[in-house]
């Protein structure tokens, strides 16, 4: 077998599940709660913009209240001692990534702790809320921040250096994702088309399970640990 020196890895939702952050599509999750095109969408947030704000404030404040897990840390510990190439591409908007350490990330769906000024495009840490219109503190526009979040139709972010990564992995990984969501779910295809092995690690079979050279399905908490220890060689 090729030997692996380049691995890219995605993460969605099952990741911070454990974490105790809701996943979209599972029973009783957030697209269960709430219809996505009331307020995940640039239209619902012209039409709507207090129910959408609402929405993202309330999440932003949770995932405050939340840890990293056993899986977060696992992937922070892969990306600060494996010696090749590796990238965590994340569609969570939450920062359990970050914050149990992992340095090579990619948010590609945005992040609840940012916000974006559609005024002067500026783009900044944000912890609070913005239901209340705060002022943009780089242009002083009132009422011009959004969360900087990638709604539905709009282009997730550095898709250039993702498939770049894509293009180079010897190992894609992809954990507690459901697989229903474009790009992110055609990314097991790219990295096969280049010649990488690929694993999921899910608590079910995703919709794109029959892609995967592996399958593997339990909680991110077991299955990322020991495949990390696995990886860096016990
Ligand atoms: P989903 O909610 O669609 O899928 C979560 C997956 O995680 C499911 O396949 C679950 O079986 C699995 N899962 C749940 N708990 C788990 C656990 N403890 N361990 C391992 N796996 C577990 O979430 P995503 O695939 O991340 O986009 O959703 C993709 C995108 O759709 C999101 O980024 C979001 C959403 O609309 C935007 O908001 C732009």
């Given at each position: 077998?090729?030997?692996?020196?380049?691995?890219?890895?995605?993460?969605?939702?099952?990741?911070?599940?454990?974490?105790?952050?809701?996943?979209?599509?599972?029973?009783?999750?957030l697209?269960?709660?709430?219809?996505?095109?009331?307020?995940?969408?640039?239209?619902?947030?012209?039409?709507?913009?207090?129910?959408?704000?609402?929405?993202?404030?309330?999440?932003?404040a949770?995932?405050?209240?939340?840890?990293p897990?056993?899986?977060?840390?696992?992937?922070?510990?892969?990306?600060?001692?494996?010696?090749?190439?590796?990238?965590?591409?994340?569609?969570?908007?939450?920062?359990?990534?970050?914050?149990?350490?992992?340095?090579?990330?990619?948010?590609?769906?945005?992040?609840?702790?940012?916000?974006?000024?559609?005024?002067?495009d500026?783009?900044?840490?944000?912890?609070?809320?913005?239901?209340?219109?705060?002022?943009?503190?780089?242009?002083?526009?009132?009422?011009?921040?959004?969360?900087?979040i990638?709604w539905?139709?709009e282009?997730?972010?550095?898709?250039?250096?993702?498939?770049?990564a894509?293009?180079?992995?010897?190992?894609?990984?992809?954990?507690?994702?459901?697989?229903?969501?474009?790009?992110?779910?055609?990314?097991?295809?790219?990295?096969?088309?280049?010649?990488?092995?690929?694993?999921?690690?899910?608590?079910?079979?995703?919709?794109?399970?029959?892609?995967?050279?592996?399958?593997?399905?339990?909680?991110?908490?077991?299955?990322?640990?020991?495949?990390?220890?696995?990886?860096?060689?016990?």
């Open positions: 077998m090729k030997t692996i020196q380049n691995i890219v890895i995605l993460t969605g939702a099952g990741v911070s599940a454990e974490s105790g952050i809701d996943t979209f599509r599972d029973a009783g999750g697209w269960e709660q709430h219809r996505v095109e009331d307020v995940a969408t640039p239209e619902a947030f012209a039409r709507d913009p207090d129910l959408v704000l609402r929405f993202y404030d309330e999440r932003r949770a995932i405050q209240t939340r840890e897990n056993a899986a977060h840390r696992a992937l922070a510990r892969l990306d600060a001692e494996w010696p090749g190439e590796l990238l965590i591409v994340t569609q969570n908007v939450d920062d359990l990534h970050e914050r149990a350490g992992a340095k090579r990330l990619i948010h590609m769906h945005g992040e609840h702790l940012n916000a974006w000024c559609t005024i002067c500026a783009r900044m840490p944000w912890a609070g809320a913005l239901l209340d219109r705060p002022a943009c503190p780089a242009c002083q526009a009132a009422g011009s921040l959004r969360p900087d990638v539905f139709g282009m997730p972010y550095r898709m250039d250096e993702i498939y770049h894509l293009n180079r992995a010897d190992l894609f990984v992809s954990i507690g994702t459901s697989g229903a969501v474009y790009p992110a779910a055609g990314f097991v295809r790219e990295a096969r088309a280049s010649g990488a092995r690929t694993l999921e690690l899910n608590m079910e079979p995703s919709e794109g399970s029959h892609w995967f050279d592996e399958a593997r399905q339990g909680p991110a908490t077991v299955l990322v640990p020991a495949w990390v220890v696995a990886m860096l060689g016990g």
